[in-house]
């Protein structure tokens, strides 16, 4: 009997009030590191109506001005109408940044502390990550939340080239997909949700989101006459962004990973630098578990590893292949520690991740993306887990 059933994931835009505060996040830490790449940042923003409050523990030689970087971010959403509550050059700003904690940065710092175990770069707090990869996608990413992803982006992409001038920056997508026999083989619901300007007509934004996004996206060959497509459902959404509903930085990790399909360990990634495993392992783990499937010892894997803060050895590695591997999950296990360094200090060195790249990230997705400079995405490592595994 075939294994059928649905799976769905959403994404969402990079107005929405949730991104817009891992986007200020983001920023602020990129601005640290341009300056300064020993930066430690964990930097975390809300944003309600026309305010914008940033807090956090930061620890820097950088020096600039921190609202110039908030009202840029907001700009590049495209939060400059005149109709916007929340406006770029009209949010009161809130600053509540501190210094990291003496404490923690003795654990992660690369020298002998009292009481320290080793003089090592620890882990910056304990936690667990996930990495995930499935050959699902050309991407390597599960179909679900690769089709959201890209739908959101195509809206924005649309947005900001002036193609409906009634569009606004806050949307959310959502894809539906049924599996037989653990592959997608059709879609069969399509919710897109954006805002509009009090102008636009139902039918306008349908018509165009069914043409422009949708039938642009979606390849035919997914899509049936029964896929359900619900284009701003509600029939209204016009007053949206922070003027509509709060936003927090990481609300959104699992739009942020793997829409579900893989798990995840709890932590967020926006506003962190690089000594965070929260987001660096997670990182790790991706390429990592990608790299696994790439090489063809399985059409589907995740690998969990676990840290104990101010160590630098992760106290527990796992790797799931559900039932897919073409080698046992022993010997590919073997050749991932023959490979791959997860101290935390190999990890940013091996990635490059002391660089302001974290713009780059923080929408759509921070997996599945092609850009030279997410460097966890390549699939570098073929031969040598091939080598490995012998």
């Known amino acids: 009997m075939a294994n059928s059933y649905i799976f769905s994931s959403e994404s969402v835009g990079e107005g929405h009030p949730d991104k817009v505060c891992d986007t200020i996040s983001d920023a602020i830490l990129d601005a640290c590191l341009a300056q300064d790449k020993h930066s430690r940042v964990a930097c975390e923003t809300f944003v309600k109506s026309n305010i914008v ?150 039918k306008t934004i349908r018509d165009f989101i069914t043409k422009q996004v949708i039938e642009k996206v979606i390849p035919k060959r997914l899509l049936a006459r029964d896929t359900q497509l619900l284009i701003n459902p509600t029939g209204r959404f016009v007053v949206g962004g922070p003027e509509g509903d709060s936003g927090l930085t990481g609300r959104k990790i699992i739009v942020d ?16 630098d690089p000594s965070k495993v929260d987001r660096s392992a997670a990182y790790m783990g991706r390429y990592v578990a990608k790299n696994i499937v790439a090489a063809g010892f399985a059409t589907r894997c995740e690998i969990q590893f676990a840290y104990a803060i101010g160590y630098p050895k992760p106290v527990s590695v796992h790797i799931d292949t559900f039932g897919t591997s073409t080698v046992s999950e022993s010997k590919i296990l073997r050749a991932v520690n023959r490979v791959f360094n997860f101290k935390p200090a190999d990890i940013v060195k091996q990635l490059k991740l002391l660089r302001p790249i974290y713009g780059l990230t923080t929408n759509y997705g921070h997996f599945g993306k092609k850009h030279k400079d997410i460097t966890w995405e390549k699939t570098d490592k073929i031969a040598a887990l091939k080598k490995a595994v012998q």
């Open 53 to 202: 409050c940033v807090g956090g523990e930061i620890t820097t030689r950088a020096k600039f001005d921190y609202e110039q970087v908030i009202r840029a971010a907001i700009r590049d959403i495209g939060y400059v109408n005149d109709d916007d509550g929340f406006h770029a050059d009209k949010v009161f700003i809130n600053n509540y940044l501190t210094a990291q904690s003496a404490d923690i940065a003795q654990g992660v710092d690369a020298k002998k502390a009292s009481g320290k175990a080793t003089a090592e770069q620890g882990a910056g707090d304990q936690g667990l990550m996930f990495g995930f990869a499935c050959d699902e996608t050309p991407e390597l990413m599960p179909a679900p939340i690769m089709y959201s992803h890209r739908l959101g982006w195509q809206l924005t992409k649309l947005r900001k080239a002036g193609a409906a001038k009634w569009l606004r920056p806050d949307a959310k997508t959502q894809v539906s997909i049924r599996y037989e026999n653990n592959k997608p083989v059709k879609v069969t619901s399509v919710v897109v949700s954006t805002q509009h300007a009090e102008s636009a007509t139902n």
């Open 257 to 272: 990973t793997y829409g579900g399909m893989g798990r995840h360990g709890g932590g967020a990634f926006s506003g962190k």
